[in-house]
């Protein structure tokens, strides 16, 4: 059992997932067991994967028993491992709230919620480039449909421009995928990263040019600057427990930056060592400076939320942009909180819409809300994690960021991560004061269920948990942030059954 | 026959391009089902081209790569579902929007 624990967060989704599909409408008691049990029992794995891989070694699994570098393999780090966890406490927050009825307003919502988490897992866990871009179809598969859950104009048109740009991405995936295999011969990464580090230099362009477009790809997952246009309106559209479950989408782009560049492109690559840092960094400062304007012009709270992701995303980027172990291990802290708390004031923002009636979540003069001050409350802690303001782990993410970043990056980094900050508060604070205090006429909202009051404080409350458990985190992430410097570990761990 | 091959790829990239970038869902959906084309055909070709080889490693004889031949199957596969997924998605809009355009609304005209 124990040395199938690695390819288990791919497996127990699909089986899940297939168990839900069994029929179309109705068992929705069953359903719900199914999804709830599924996604509890991810969460327990993805424990059981992170204090495997705190130690320090790299495992993998061979399916199928071909051993790499022929076979496909799924590789277990300490990044994986905590992507994993990070994912299945997202997901639970997510599946919990969504069985307070969102569910029900579509069909086989359980089931395509646990096939996407199937393709998350299987993104973040697979140690081919091949397989890499397969994961990515599966849980954009998934995400197309569940997009569209519950149907609606405004959800049809912003799936149209999503879909769309998608498979344009990935045909363009497919051809980095092809030049850099007629470059080095290899799928594996591994692999990969050993024929780079000796390749000839007739072929050093051809290898940059593939490098680049998986950049682009990878972009337009993460939703850098000039690929961002998709994601306020999909985010916007999508019912509030997929667009908390979107929240780890954009995260997936990042760790595929993380993943593919620290370990073909880390030191060992020699000339192109580091091809894609310089892009990163000015494409993330100027995302930053796009998001904080989106987040002041958005009318829409939950349009502001998709802004506040695209911020996170600019601050996450700059991470990688400057490159240190430090900066890394800083953008790791930061992305568990900033994927965890978007992830809750996007279903937040559904409470609310909900009970303001008409006006939903337009920020608009509207009537009063009936369970308004636990909402307000929880709205006052969703803003300032959020924004980065102490005493919630916003503020300690951002300031190991800004401590990380070293010289002329300082003079560009502090003035823009801190006016965006001083940006999301302003415009947070003018959201709350409208939603709660300019209002008129009668409460009339229903009291809302008690699965959605936990989805919210499930996922807002790991934001003062942060805090609490801040130092062993950061070790870890530290950790981890040295592990991705050492590409070499990896390489031997998966490598090192064959002879050289 | 490399070059006729890179010719045929790179015509129907720029094809498939030029109707991805059109303003109407019948188009697009078009130029998408061509830009698959033109990247099948691209991975086919990343193995390098040979003629007459075995199909399977045998000593030193020339055989042809049969890794890019299981990835075009894999991506034939992807490619044809996300064809039929988004025809219906352009139909949905279609009937939703009244209109076939891809931002769900006419451009306004002076």
Redesign the interface.
């Known amino acids: 059992m124990i040395q199938h624990l690695i390819v288990l967060p791919v497996v127990l989704p699909l089986v899940a997932g297939i168990l839900t599909l069994r029929s179309r409408q109705g068992g929705t008691r069953s359903k719900r067991l199914i999804g709830v049990g599924a996604t509890a029992l991810l969460v327990m794995i993805g424990i059981a994967l992170l204090v495997q891989a705190a130690g320090g070694e790299v495992s993998y699994y061979a399916l199928g028993g071909w051993q790499p570098p022929f076979g496909i393999v799924l590789v277990l780090d300490r990044l994986s491992a905590l992507m994993v966890l990070v994912t299945a406490v997202l997901a639970l927050g997510a599946v919990v709230f969504a069985c307070g009825g969102d569910d029900e307003k579509g069909s086989n919502f359980h089931g395509l919620f646990q096939l996407q988490l199937m393709g998350i897992n299987g993104a973040f866990l697979t140690g081919d480039l091949f397989n890499l871009f397969v994961f990515f179809e599966v849980l954009l598969l998934a995400s197309y449909a569940l997009l569209m859950h519950g149907g609606g104009k405004a959800r049809i048109q912003a799936g149209v421009h999503y879909v769309v740009l998608n498979l344009a991405g990935s045909s363009l995936f497919l051809i980095a995928v092809g030049v850099l295999y007629g470059a080095t011969g290899t799928l594996n990464m591994a692999d990969m990263a050993v024929r780079i580090s000796e390749l000839p230099a007739e072929r050093a362009g051809l290898v940059t040019a593939g490098a680049l477009m998986l950049l682009v790809v990878f972009g337009l997952k993460a939703a850098i600057l000039p690929l961002y246009f998709w994601l306020p309106r999909a985010y916007a559209a999508a019912p509030a427990p997929v667009a908390a479950l979107f929240a780890i989408m954009t995260k997936v782009g990042i760790y595929a930056i993380l993943r593919v560049y620290s370990l073909l492109f880390g030191e060992q690559a020699g000339p192109l060592a580091g091809l894609e840092q310089s892009w990163i960094w000015w494409l993330s400062l100027a995302t930053l400076v796009a998001a904080a304007m989106g987040i002041l012009a958005a009318r829409d709270l939950r349009l502001m939320v998709a802004y506040l992701v695209l911020f996170s995303v600019g601050t996450l980027l700059a991470g990688i942009g400057i490159g240190s172990v430090e900066a890394t291990s800083a953008l790791l802290y930061y992305l568990i909180h900033t994927t965890l708390v978007t992830g809750g004031l996007f279903l937040l923002a559904e409470l609310i819409g909900v009970q303001r009636g008409k006006a939903g979540t337009r920020l608009v003069k509207g009537r009063p809300l009936k369970q308004g001050g636990w909402l307000a409350g929880l709205f006052f802690l969703g803003a300032i994690a959020v924004a980065g303001m102490p005493p919630l782990s916003g503020a300690i993410g951002k300031a190991f960021l800004l401590i990380a970043a070293e010289g002329t990056q300082r003079l560009w980094l502090w003035p823009i991560l801190l006016g965006g900050g001083l940006c999301m508060m302003i415009a947070l604070s003018r959201a709350g004061s409208t939603l709660f205090w300019r209002s008129h006429g009668e409460a009339a909202g229903e009291v809302l269920p008690r699965r959605q009051w936990f989805g919210v404080v499930w996922l807002l409350g790991a934001s003062p948990l942060l805090v609490v458990l801040a130092g062993p985190i950061s070790d870890y992430t530290h950790a981890t942030a040295v592990q991705l410097a050492n590409p070499q570990s990896m390489i031997h761990a998966l490598l090192d059954g064959e002879s050289p | 026959m490399e070059g006729l091959y890179a010719i045929t790829t790179g015509v129907l990239t720029a094809c498939g391009l030029y109707l ?1 970038l059109r303003g109407r ?1 019948f188009p ?1 959906v078009v130029g ?1 089902t061509l ?2 084309y ?2 099948n055909l ?2 086919f070709s ?3 081209l040979t003629t007459d080889g075995a199909t399977i490693v045998d000593g030193p004889a020339s055989y042809a790569d049969p ?2 031949q299981a ?1 075009v199957l ?2 034939i596969v ?1 490619g044809f ?2 064809t039929a ?2 025809v219906i ?2 139909m ?2 279609r009937s ?2 009244g209109n076939d355009h ?3 609304r006419e451009e306004e005209r002076q």
């Open positions: 991805t869902t697009v998408l830009l698959s033109a990247v691209f991975l990343m193995g390098g890794l890019p990835l894999t991506a992807i579902a996300m997924f988004v998605l352009a949905r809009a939703e929007a891809v931002d769900g």
